[in-house]
């Protein structure tokens, strides 16, 4: 085998995967020889050619994605290349899983999640500089609408896995989760992007029927939409929108068309968040209709298995879009949609996943509403209702209200009561570990400075507020 690296040391990782494989040079190299006739490629790989990549010499591609294929199988868990000791050298156009491609097979599918979350865990800087694309939604919002799900999800493969696994695994994502809303994502992210490593290759590496794979693949839907979250939380907005695309994949394959939708209300939050924080005209209104065809498409995906609360969810998601876009007649009549929807909501009736979206969440979404569109006092008065009934575990959401709260006192010109929200958003959010809370202090901050000359307690609040604010930047 002709290779164009030259030796940059022993590949110890190589040698640990093949001593935990049991597997001679000469097995390597047949199942390597094998792997690549399966995909009409023709190759020389000997016991010598392995005992060179040993050695630490590169082979050419494909040997090294399809040594680490043969690993995989043999070990029953997804081995990447680098995991492999090889330098992974496919370019970024023909990258497979990249999170932004929806592919049309489920194992093709959990691999991308398997890849993108093993990148996550083993580099500290993944994407760190890379843009959210608004535009890289579309596709697999579409897909999600036109593409039947897949035929089946049962498996033999390895270990055995049964409703009791899934039902230990759904009780841990609901505990992460909680652990999120209370301390945010920068204090629980890790786990929870390990978990879906593990819990993805367990869907393509354990046996388990057709019932017992469609719960799994849903479960680790919601592990993958949790991972998106938390990126989000900490400010990694293209990762956030990689874990999305793969979460509405997951739950597409699945046939778990409710929770597709719901991932959907996500993205189109996410693009009106964006939205607002935009630096241009231009890319507010394109944030705010993509923000409004994926809420719809949100609806369509449903396809009649809409629960109220998730109406009440995707309706509400389209309303924050028309305030992003200053419709008001629009935002109108989907706030008044939402209340409809969940005047008729049964919380005991509800899915377990759509427990977070409460009476709470959708006052603070509709005062958002309000106050976006001009109507200041009663959009207060729904984010203030907000407030007062968040528990004591959603310390996240409380430091956002909170800071929504100040904000609008600023524009009533309640410069005490303004100070006085301000000092308890500060207050909540030095207990949590989530950029977007500095984020929306910050933006306080900013609306708050020019006053600090005619305001003895805004100039006050500023000298609290910077400081903290400065230590955030470092932490």
Known sequence: MSTDRRATGRNAALAALLGEAEMSNAALARAVKEAGAREGIHLGTTPTSVRRMLEGVEPRRPVPRLVALVLSKQLQREITITESGFADRTPAADDPHDGLKCSGTLDGTVRTVVELSGRDMNRRKF???????????????????????????????????????????????????????????????????????????????????????????????????LAGSMAADVGRHSLAQRYYIQTLNLSMKAGNKPYAANVLSHMSRMAVQLGHSATSDD??????????????????????????????????????????????????????????????????????????????????????????????????????????????????SRSFVLTDLALAQMALRDHDQAAEFGNQAMRAAADVSSTRTIDRLRGLSRVVTPHCSSSRVLAEFTDRLSPFLAHAAHA
């Open 127 to 225: 994407l760190l500089g890379s843009a959210f694309a608004a535009a890289a939604f579309s596709e697999p919002a579409l897909m999600a609408m036109t593409v039947p799900q897949a035929d089946t999800t049962a498996r033999v493969a390895g270990k055995r896995v049964g409703m009791a696994d899934v039902e230990i695994l759904t009780e841990n994502i609901k505990h992460l989760r909680r652990l999120d809303h209370r301390y945010g994502s920068g204090r629980v992210r890790d786990q929870v992007v390990r978990l879906l490593h593990d819990e993805s290759n367990t869907v393509l590496h354990g046996t388990y029927s057709e019932a017992t794979g469609r719960a799994l693949l849903s479960a680790v839907a919601q592990i993958a939409w």
């Open 283 to 396: 890319v507010r209104l394109r944030n705010g209709q993509l923000a409004v065809a994926l809420s719809r498409a949100g609806r369509h995906v449903a396809d009649g298995r809409s629960t109220p609360a998730l109406s009440t969810l995707l309706s509400a998601v389209e309303a924050r879009a028309h305030a992003l876009l200053g419709d008001v007649r629009e935002t109108q009549r989907a706030v008044r949609e939402a209340e409809q929807h969940y005047a008729s909501s049964r919380p005991g009736e509800e899915p377990e996943w759509l427990a977070f979206y409460s009476e709470a969440e959708l006052a603070a979404d509709l005062g958002r509403c309000l106050r976006d569109t001009g109507d200041v006092a009663a959009g207060t008065k729904l984010i203030r209702q907000a407030l007062d009934q968040y528990e004591p575990w959603r310390v996240r």
